[in-house]
């Protein structure tokens, strides 16, 4: 039960940050879609901020910090019904990390993106996400208010079972 009040309570701290940071420019987006485990789906939202790009050295790579917070609600399977941990539990995400861009603001391939989190759970542990830290990456395409991505959540092996979760996410969003 500690493991879970230490993640909500670096959840809270997570949001408190995004909240208190608004002296920065940034880029507030809605996400949401279908997570996958094996074949089996299940609803999947986040609210994430992009910050200003920075450039990296003389390249024509930029990097933004990038804050989510996300929820993937939990699944009833049959064959992992007496499975410990099962995959029934709602599993919140607290993330942090950058978002990674190629090329100039007018070339048509600049708003593809890559990005990657590390991230820590709340709620429970799935088959899928079985331990309080998780890594995060997403490959997609932003366009000014709407994005289109597949993001792939899992702890990277260091703990079984380690299913992960991969998701298609379509975002709305608005600059602050």
């Known amino acids: 039960m500690r493991s879970s009040r230490l993640a909500l309570g670096a959840l809270a701290a997570l949001s408190l940050a995004a909240a208190a940071a608004p002296a920065a420019a940034a ?3 809605i996400q949401g879609g279908r997570s996958y485990m094996d ?7 986040f609210i994430e901020s992009i910050f200003e790009p920075e ?5 024509r790579f930029t990097w933004s910090p990038d804050i989510s917070i996300g929820y993937i609600k939990g699944r009833d399977i049959g064959r992992y019904r007496d499975s410990r941990p099962g995959v029934t539990n709602n599993v919140w995400i607290g993330a942090a ?8 603001s007018g070339d048509w391939y600049q708003p593809l993106f890559f990005s990657f989190q590390v991230a820590g759970t709340a709620g429970g542990r799935t088959q899928a996400l079985s331990s ?7 490959l997609g395409y932003q366009w000014k208010n709407v994005s289109f991505q597949v993001r792939h959540i899992s702890n990277g092996s260091f703990k079984e079972p380690n299913r992960g979760e991969t998701m298609a996410l379509v975002g709305i969003g608005f600059d602050i």
Do not use: I, K, N, W
Request: aromatic content about 16%; glycine content about 16%.
């Open 132 to 138: 309080g830290y998780e890594f995060v990456s997403t």
């Open 39 to 45: 074949d089996h789906g299940t609803p999947a939202f």
């Open 97 to 104: 990390g950058a978002r990674f861009h190629y090329g100039s």
């Open 27 to 29: 880029h507030l987006e």
């Open 55 to 59: 450039q990296m050295g003389q390249s």
